[in-house]
T-cell receptor
Framework: SQTIHQWPATLVQPVGSPLSLECTVE??????LYWYRQAAGRGLQLLFY??????ISSEVPQNLSASRPQDRQFILSSKKLLLSDSGFYLC????????????FGPGTRLTVT | TQLLEQSPQFLSIQEGENLTVYCNSS?????LQWYRQEPGEGPVLLVT?????EVKKLKRLTFQFGDARKDSSLHITAAQPGDTGLYLC???????????FGAGTQVVVTP
């Protein structure tokens, strides 16, 4: 069976500090991968998606970047965090079978102080 | 941008009552998905509807896709406290599987 991991689960960082969130998928190969941000109790905003190693598409111009160094690893980064970067960050994957059904990780709660 | 509007934003009902959540757009989607999310967790897929007019049932949950594939509804019969959560609809926007999410409907079912 497939599983998706995210870490850390929670993070409190000061403004101006760097960020690295990691997401890994097990039990599948060549997935599409996605990073979302969610404001409290609201819908999801797509930040980045990747269809292969080193292939990253950005949906929203911002203070964040993403990388995919391995097939099942997706990393979200920032060089200098802003207060507005606070939120709940979710990683998701889909199979490439045309179903487009996304499977989400447990999320990372980021608070920038 | 294909926008999805969900209504209502918040719904509080007693156990045993019925409820309906709506998801509307001016755009056509090839398919539409419904997710449920609990606090501090990632969304979990409930169902995917693909064909216009399609109706799918998942125990006490009934999902309908509009004939024109622009809208969908989720109906819960005899709601239970375990149905509490944030319900999100999402439309598939392209062949890469990108989803456009609605803002969500927070459902609270009290015993």
């Amino acid at each position: 069976s497939q599983t998706i991991h995210q870490w850390p689960a929670t993070l409190v960082q000061p403004v101006g500090s760097p960020l690295s969130l990691e997401c890994t998928v097990e039990g599948t190969s060549n997935p599409n991968l996605y990073w979302y941000r969610q404001a409290a109790g609201r819908g999801l905003q797509l930040l980045f998606y990747s269809v292969g190693i080193g292939q990253i598409s950005s949906e929203v111009p911002q203070n964040l970047s993403a990388s995919r160094p391995q097939d099942r690893q997706f990393i979200l980064s920032s060089k200098k965090l802003l207060l507005s970067d606070s939120g709940f960050y979710l990683c998701a994957w889909t199979r490439r079978d045309g179903s487009y059904e996304q499977y989400f990780g447990p999320g990372t709660r980021l608070t920038v102080t | 941008t294909q926008l999805l509007e969900q209504s209502p934003q918040f719904l509080s009902i007693q156990e045993g009552e019925n409820l309906t959540v709506y998801c509307n757009s001016s755009s056509v989607f090839s398919s539409l998905q419904w997710y449920r999310q609990e606090p501090g967790e990632g969304p979990v897929l409930l169902v995917t509807v693909v064909t216009g007019g399609e109706v799918k049932k998942l125990k006490r949950l009934t999902f309908q896709f509009g004939d024109a594939r622009k809208d969908s509804s989720l109906h819960i019969t005899a709601a239970q406290p375990g149905d509490t959560g944030l319900y999100l609809c999402a439309g598939v926007t392209d062949s890469w599987g990108k989803l456009q999410f609605g803002a969500g409907t927070q459902v609270v079912v009290t015993p």
